[in-house]
């Protein structure tokens, strides 16, 4: 479900999300999902890799980790 959002606060938000997608941090762990995905023969199962507060990677629903398991995700 989209946002109601006005152009200029789509725009603004684009620009957010982009450069919160372009963080370093952000790079290496996009980067750490892929290659396990890869390894592991996963991609396209409709699950996501999940980081853990350990450092562990699992695997997760979309539904689950893009709501960072019902806590929100301006705590993520």
Not at 1 to 19: C, E, F, I, N, W
Not at 49 to 68: L, Y
């Amino acid at each position: 479900m989209t946002q109601k959002l006005s152009p200029t606060a789509r725009r603004a938000k684009k620009a957010r999300d982009l450069a919160a997608a372009n963080t370093r941090p952000r790079e290496i762990k996009r980067n750490e999902n892929q290659k396990k995905d890869r390894k592991d023969g996963t991609v396209g199962d409709g699950k996501d890799q999940h980081h853990t507060k350990n450092g562990r990677i699992i695997k997760a629903t979309v539904r689950a980790n893009r709501g960072f398991y019902g806590k929100g995700t301006k705590n993520e």
